[in-house]
């Protein structure tokens, strides 16, 4: 019998608090998949950067220079005094040549073995590898690299214009007219990730020129004639125990600058002058295409703590007001016998459902999110596709800690509620003495106002911890709209940012959906604990406009206070996030975000208010007049 009445009464709490508890399940569901969605970003991009390393074997080390110096060093590097940590050398032939056509442009041309390819494997996308002297395989075309067809016919001629560095003693270079070459098929470079904006190896640093074309020989049909093959040399060199790379950690760094001292050296030991070592940290696609991912991962991480302080903020008042609303429930199931922790069980069961619901439906729209971003991403770079679990690292680590710390927060306030004698629960608390708020000592505005405001404004400032609590939240939600307003006018205005505008959209959207959230949470606890005097009123004979009007009136009052604040909160955070990723101006956030920030706050005030409109209206007077005696 005692356990059926203590089954009973937990029904009946999720009956009763169901609205409530399907509200706790929506701020889950909208931080849930956001963060997570938005967390796991980095880490994806990572994995693509680190499964291109493996499977295409992207060189760690190249050196250019002329081809007798590298014919010295390759022999020492393979010989019996190799460097041991070196894994595989490739020698190949590059060459960039100005453009005119379009701007600072350059083509590159670039011989090597396509038929034994060890280091940076190009994919084949369409058609054949070279079979002759006069085949050869082209870029993809991107943003910039232009766009050719299978067996177009393309007229190569190898320009070295101001190409003044070349050693004694083959002098200056004149022209060399390869002569027409058919494409034969389409291929991808794996270190040519970027698709707009690639740099040229020759002119970065002179009047940094673009590629613009790409057009691979097979070196096993066509060689450079001398002097070329002699000033165009270079070797792609990769390292043993690939798997320490982790897209480009600092480890990985120190290492490869160990052997890059080491090769220097070697090329000391066989009086080598000519040549540039560079590395893979200084593959400009790549190493871009991870910075941005690490700007991002930064940018995720700073929402993510806000969205995850505001969510458990929202819950932790949630489940407080509802704890004083089950005061009497505790009360009888102490006068049954049942323990503090049993009784405080039934509470971390509800928060702890609701989190479960909300975690579950997460799920999809979480991936989705990731999803979304990757590919915009993929607007701005050519990433490696790999299979992506259904859920990421982050969306554990994170829904987790929101339930965690939720159910935990709910336990310390259920345990101090149940805590008391069971005539101290079931008696009413004592109304606070009466006195003065703020906004009476104001004299001249507050003999102009009616009874009916005074006693709003005596509502609204009387209960400090309450109002602090709803401020706050609202605050908080402002907050996040105005700063991803801010972070899309900045990504609107700034060019090579396509992706980091979709990441705002979406910031956008959640931050709205979750300011929604807690403005009709607080609405619909604010009618739940104010039954009685919504009752009281109806008994009175006041018309519902006037009821509703005596509950609406205080939550836009909290709501306008909340949002006002909240705009140079707002300011102060996108601020704080513009220094730390250090890539916008507060000057490119526009004018009107500065008013529809407050007023969107405004807006989900009204739309929560019209949704429970009928809530008010159904109050049942004979229920909600009932005393316990």
């Not at 390819?117 to 190009?122: E, R, V």
């Not at 390869?178 to 640093?205: A, F, W």
């Not at 907050?479 to 991803?484: E, H, K, Y």
Request: glycine fraction near 4%; charged fraction near 20%.
């Amino acid at each position: 019998m005692k356990h059926k009445a203590y089954l009973r009464s937990t029904r009946r709490l999720f009956v009763k608090h169901l609205l409530r508890l399907l509200s706790i399940s929506a701020i889950f569901i909208v931080t849930v998949s956001l963060v997570s969605g938005l967390g796991d970003v980095e880490g994806d991009i990572k994995k693509s950067i680190n499964a291109s390393y493996q499977e295409d074997v992207l060189h760690d080390l190249t050196i250019r220079g002329s081809s007798l110096e590298l014919t010295k060093i390759k022999n020492e590097l393979e010989g019996d005094r190799k460097i041991e940590e070196i894994d595989k050398i490739e020698t190949f032939y590059t060459f960039d040549t100005r453009v005119e056509e379009k701007g600072k442009f350059a083509s590159r041309a670039v011989f090597r073995d396509l038929s034994n390819q060890t280091i940076d494997k190009l994919e084949l996308i369409k058609g054949k590898w070279p079979e002759n002297e006069n085949e050869v395989v082209i870029e993809r075309s991107t943003n910039d690299i232009k766009k050719h067809q299978i067996d177009d016919v393309i007229n190569v001629t190898i320009d070295p214009d101001e190409f003044k560095e070349v050693p004694p003693p083959v002098g200056p270079l004149d022209p060399l007219a390869i002569g027409n070459v058919k494409i034969v098929g389409i291929v991808k470079n794996p270190t040519m990730v970027i698709l707009k904006n690639e740099p040229s190896d020759y002119y970065q640093d002179k009047d940094n020129r673009y590629i613009n074309d790409v057009i691979y020989f097979d070196s096993t049909y066509r060689t450079l004639p001398v002097p070329y093959g002699f000033v165009t040399s270079a070797l792609n060199i990769t390292i043993k125990n690939r798997n320490t790379f982790n897209a480009f950690n600092e480890s990985y760094r120190d290492k490869i600058d160990v052997i890059k001292g080491k090769i220097e050296e070697v090329a000391k030991r066989v009086e080598s002058t000519n040549y540039q070592i560079v590395t893979l940290n200084e593959c400009y696609s790549l190493v871009s295409l991870n910075m941005y991912a690490e700007k991002v991962g930064t940018l995720a991480l700073i929402f993510i703590v806000f969205f995850i302080l505001i969510a458990i903020l929202v819950i932790y008042s949630t489940m407080s007001r509802l704890l004083d609303e089950e005061r009497s429930s505790m009360a009888v199931l102490k006068t049954l016998g049942y323990s503090n922790f049993a009784i405080s069980a039934r509470y971390l069961a509800y928060v702890f459902l609701a989190g479960l619901v909300g975690v579950a439906i997460s799920v999809i729209p979480s991936r989705l999110v990731s999803g979304l971003i990757l590919n915009a991403f993929n607007i701005q770079y050519a990433m490696k596709e790999i299979s992506l679990p259904v859920v990421g690292s982050y969306f554990f680590m994170l829904s987790g800690t929101i339930i965690l710390i939720s159910t935990i927060l709910t336990f310390i306030k259920s345990m101090r509620t149940a805590n008391h004698k069971p005539v101290e629960l079931l008696t009413p608390r004592a109304p606070k003495p009466g006195k003065r708020v703020l906004v009476e000592r104001i004299k001249p505005f507050w003999k102009r106002l009616s009874f009916k405001y005074k006693s709003t404004f005596r509502n609204v400032f009387f209960f400090k911890g309450r109002l602090a609590m709803t401020i706050l939240s609202i605050m908080s939600a402002t907050v996040l709209v105005f700063a991803s307003f801010g972070l899309l006018n900045n990504a609107n205005v700034m060019p090579g940012f396509e992706s980091l505008r979709v990441i705002s959209i979406m910031l956008l959207a959640f931050s709205a959906a979750l300011c929604a959230l807690v403005i009709y949470n607080i609405t619909n606890i604010n009618i739940s604990e104010r039954t009685r005097e919504i009752a009281t009123l109806m008994v009175l004979g006041y018309r519902n406009n006037e009821v509703t009007g005596y509950v609406y009136r205080e939550i836009y009052i909290l709501t306008a206070i909340g949002a006002i604040l909240g705009l140079p909160a707002g300011i102060g955070f996108l601020v704080f996030v513009i220094n730390y990723i250090g890539v916008f101006e507060l000057a490119n956030v526009e004018w009107w975000t500065y008013l529809v920030s407050p007023l969107l706050t405004f807006v989900f005030a009204l739309l929560a208010t019209r949704l429970l409109h009928m809530k008010i209206v159904k109050t049942d007077m004979n229920e909600s007049l009932k005393v316990l005696e």
